[in-house]
């Protein structure tokens, strides 16, 4: 009876902590996005997208996706400028579609980590990182226009990456 006892309250002690681990796990809570009208091209851009569950310091990889109605080029992803230092890093920058190769969809896919972080009201530390995603538009939707790719000029959306290490959304 009392071996029982005892894997039973291993058991309840183990399934507690694992519990405790998937709370702190980090999970996407939001994300929008905003639409663009560049002359005859009309972008549908990831543009904000907020995380909890973050652990301090942590490197997380984030993915944006974008579409339009004409051809884009990836062209950059970087931090936005202001004031102050810098409270993140970004690195690991994959873009699509690659000069060349435009089409009407892509993603960029990098590595985002928080260096300081702010803390909220409640006690929990939370970062934001204020970014620009650059790309190559084809603003006429004219392929015998602008460069190779059909590209006229490049446009900046701005994007907004945020953390909480709040295990729910406020």
Same mark, same amino acid.
């Given at each position: 009876?009392?071996?029982?006892?005892?894997?039973?309250?291993?058991?309840?002690?183990?399934?507690?902590?694992? /519990?405790?681990?998937?709370?702190?796990?980090?999970?996407?809570?939001?994300?929008?996005?905003?639409?663009?009208?560049?002359?005859? /091209?009309?972008?549908? +851009?990831?543009?904000?997208?907020?995380?909890?569950?973050?652990?301090?310091?942590?490197?997380?990889?984030?993915?944006?996706?974008?579409?339009?109605?004409?051809?884009?080029?990836?062209?950059?992803?970087?931090?936005?400028?202001?004031?102050?230092?810098?409270?993140?890093?970004?690195?690991?920058?994959?873009?699509?579609?690659?000069? %060349?190769?435009?089409?009407?969809? %892509?993603?960029?896919?990098?590595?985002?980590?928080?260096?300081?972080?702010?803390?909220?009201?409640?006690?929990?530390?939370?970062?934001? +990182?204020?970014?620009?995603?650059?790309?190559?538009?084809?603003?006429?939707?004219?392929?015998?226009?602008?460069?190779?790719?059909?590209?006229?000029?490049?446009?900046?959306?701005?994007?907004?990456?945020?953390?909480?290490?709040?295990?729910?959304?406020?």
């Amino acid at each position: 009876m009392r071996a029982l006892l005892s894997v039973l309250t291993l058991l309840c002690s183990l399934v507690s902590s694992s /519990n405790a681990t998937l709370a702190a796990a980090l999970v996407e809570s939001s994300r929008d996005q905003t639409t663009l009208s560049i002359g005859r /091209n009309t972008i549908i +851009a990831d543009s904000s997208v907020k995380y909890v569950g973050y652990l301090a310091s942590e490197t997380i990889t984030v993915t944006l996706e974008y579409s339009a109605s004409c051809n884009i080029v990836f062209k950059d992803l970087a931090r936005a400028r202001r004031r102050g230092a810098a409270a993140e890093e970004i690195g690991n920058v994959s873009g699509t579609p690659a000069p %060349g190769r435009a089409t009407n969809t %892509g993603a960029v896919t990098f590595d985002l980590r928080f260096t300081a972080e702010g803390q909220t009201a409640a006690g929990a530390q939370s970062g934001l +990182a204020q970014l620009n995603l650059v790309l190559g538009v084809d603003r006429d939707c004219d392929l015998a226009t602008g460069d190779p790719d059909g590209v006229d000029a490049p446009t900046v959306i701005p994007i907004q990456i945020s953390v909480s290490t709040d295990s729910q959304d406020d």
